[in-house]
């Protein structure tokens, strides 16, 4: 009887600092509003001192995955990108193009492409991944695999599209996710199309950074208005948009939208 109490004291006093730290950081009063192990700042200087206040190593979650997909954390939102990709984006064709699968994890998306595709390559800066996207879609004849960072790629080929899931919410530096959008126009044919998906924040604010001090996840989820000007200006129009998953988590307001461009 004493521990449901206590208990339900804990969760009550939780509730009440939650809201409280949490309106502070809606007013820009707190830069860093706390939930369990998910730390949520407002600023890249915040960002900054909470990395290095609890790890030296920001890309430690991915740099110990070998095998990550959003259907085993995210179904709906894995249903919906299927959506987006095979109803949105290779609809535009009408041949089977040539595509470009950045930041292809594993390769699942990449093996599921394949078939639409007159050949597709899958690009992951995470070695682990792409072995294990090696050895997991090797019989799928018109798919390769290569790791590279997206921000320095060199391929000596210019594809007819590309496909980009949840990969840029990595990027915490809008310079380098500058320099990653422009290399991959160069990439990409005039008049081709490139597919994204990438959660936003609906809080008010430009940018929103996470970090979660256990595992050393760490995203970045920007307003709408700053995610599109930045594709944007690497050149491409929008042509569609579309709602993948919708979540209030942790108090906070987030969308995961796809969206369709056009290299100008």
């Not at 050393?216 to 993948?244: D, T, W």
Request: charged letters at 30%.
């Amino acid at each position: 009887m004493f521990r449901k109490i206590y208990n339900l004291f804990c969760g009550l006093y939780w509730r009440l600092i939650s809201t409280i730290s949490k309106r502070s950081f809606e007013k820009d009063k707190k830069y860093v509003y706390q939930y369990g192990d998910e730390l949520f700042c407002n600023g890249k200087d915040a960002f900054d001192k909470t990395v290095k206040k609890y790890s030296c190593q920001i890309d430690r979650f991915w740099s110990e995955q070998n095998n990550y997909s959003t259907k085993t954390y995210f179904p709906k939102m894995y249903s919906e990108t299927e959506k987006l990709i095979f109803t949105h984006f290779f609809s535009k064709y009408e041949y089977k193009p040539m595509i470009i699968d950045i930041g292809c994890g594993s390769g699942e998306w990449t093996a599921k492409m394949a078939p639409s595709c007159s050949e597709i390559h899958g690009l992951d800066y995470s070695k682990k991944m792409i072995e294990t996207a090696e050895n997991e879609w090797k019989e799928v004849p018109n798919a390769s695999f290569f790791s590279e960072d997206a921000r320095k790629m060199k391929l000596n080929t210019v594809y007819d599209g590309a496909v980009i899931l949840g990969m840029m919410m990595y990027i915490d530096d809008d310079d380098t996710f500058k320099e990653m959008i422009q290399n991959i126009s160069e990439h990409i044919k005039t008049g081709g199309y490139l597919c994204t998906r990438d959660t936003l924040n609906m809080e008010n604010k430009e940018i929103v950074f996470l970090f979660n001090k256990r595992t050393g996840y760490n995203a970045v989820y920007r307003s709408e208005e700053l995610y599109i000007r930045l594709i944007q200006n690497a050149g491409f129009e929008k042509v569609e948009e579309y709602i993948v998953n919708e979540v209030h988590t942790r108090r906070l307001h987030f969308v995961a939208k796809g969206y369709i461009w056009r290299k100008c």
